[in-house]
Structure formats: C-alpha cells, structure tokens
C-alpha cells in the first residue's frame, strides 16, 4: 500500500488496531465463556 501523507498512513494503521483490538475483545469473551460455563461437577468422593 503507498502512502501519500502522514494523515493516510495514521488512518490506516488507526483502523487496523480498531480491528485487531475488536477480535481480540471477541476472542476473550469467548475464551471466558468456555472457561466459567461449564457446569459444576459432583463430587461424590469429596466430604
């Protein structure tokens, strides 16, 4: 990609970070959710 101006390359790197930092925050959510939903387990053996 050529840049012609600082203000194209800022706006440019601007909305790659905005995308990058949005799969980021779905990958965590996600993550979190497979972490903290499962459900609980009995333990028998366990007084």
Do not use: C
Request: aromatic content about 22%.
């Amino acid at each position: 990609m050529e840049y012609y101006v600082l203000q194209d390359f800022l706006t440019f790197t601007k909305g790659t970070v905005y995308l990058l930092m949005g799969a980021g925050l779905v990958a965590f959510v996600i993550w979190w959710n497979f972490l903290f939903s499962r459900e609980p387990e009995n333990h028998k053996n366990v007084k």
